[in-house]
């Protein structure tokens, strides 16, 4: 955190009081660095992870922007697009522009797919100031006209990575055709392959670069631990695990569908409030373990890296890995689902012989191992690697937060 004030960062009184109504006391890194060129009307180039108040930072000067231009939408039209890879993710952030623009009189749209079309049609026949929109979704309004892009003056692509690895960079491009040239562009990635490096280049004009380092953000707070388990014994360590009161609200990360729905469902059997969550889900579907979790009903989400930046839930005690993600960057970004805003958190994740080589990997790319719980071995004549000196229940009593990460694989559309 910093000592600048949000007041400092030149920002109006109607959005002072909806951040005071939100309990926010001062600007992250993230927040401090974009919203003065925002505000100024400069492009951004944004280098960073969910966690780090990023959608605050884009949303805010937004809103003030939008607020001090007497102009309505035209029917149809978005004076603001905010394109997002997932619809849990575009459900979030619409409602963060609610709350944040609570005392100004600014309208908020969701484009998404898993839901019915009229509903939507109707929402924009008036136009709207905020447009919050999957790609796919957002090109099938297009073509039907119930969507017009030529007012639009701010265009925000959130998470362009994720974008990447969903397929939707052609769709991104198509949509960029569609926006006037004159307008203020923002882009935010939490990796920069150079396909976004050259997607920016086309959308940014002299933007300002932001980086928000992920390790520092999301590996410093959080309590990494890893369990060295057989592959047919995950789910009994699991179990055991999860028969400990302080697992009090935890996300399991799978790496298919499958496994996330069997892996609820024996959870379920054993008399555990649990619901799984991936892309073959129905958006309503979706939503309702989402706010089960939310609300308490449910101590265990079970899901696919199709939510592990997409979702903000608060108080996960622990992150668990049922499976290693390939990449180390996924690894960070699913165990960023805790230690969110500034608070700290437990990452475990169970490692079998077939995983051994995506452990060094992300112990690597951390410059650290991670610590070893005493547990079974990973078969039955391999004896257990030397566990480290702290015992587990005593890391227990560091944890206050929630959890995440990213996904690993190529997913299929979901907008």
Known sequence: MTSVTFEALGLINPLLRALADENYIQPTPIQEKAIPPLLQGRDVLGLAQTGTGKTAAFALPLLQSLAGRPEKAAPRTAR??????????????????????????????VLMGGVAYGPQVKGMSRGVDVLVATPGRLLDHLSQGSVDLSKTSFFVID?????????????????????????????????????????????LKDPVPITIAAKTVAVDRIDQRVQMVASGSKHTVLAGLLDQPEFARVIVFTRTKRTANRVAERLMQGGVAAEAIHGNKSQAARQKALENLRAGKARVLVATDIVSRGIDVDGISHVINYELP??????????????????????????????????????RFLGRSLTQLSGQAANDTEPLPRAASKTFHRSKRHVRGATAGKSTSRLSRVG
């Open 80 to 109: 603001a697009l905010i394109l997002v890879p997932t619809r849990e993710l575009g459900v979030q952030i619409a409602a963060s522009f609610r709350a944040y623009g609570r005392h100004l009189k600014l309208t908020t749209t």
């Open 159 to 203: 998470e362009a990575d994720r974008m990447l690895d969903m397929g939707f960079i052609g769709d991104v491009r198509k949509l960029m055709r569609l926006l006037p040239r004159t307008r203020q562009s923002i882009l935010f990635s939490a990796t920069m392959p150079k396909e976004i490096a050259a997607l920016a280049a086309q959308i």
């Open 326 to 363: 390939n990449d180390p960057e996924d690894y960070v970004h699913r165990i960023g689902r805790t230690a969110r805003a500034g608070s700290d958190g437990i990452a475990i994740s169970f490692c079998d012989l077939s995983e051994r080589s995506s452990l060094r990997n992300i112990e």
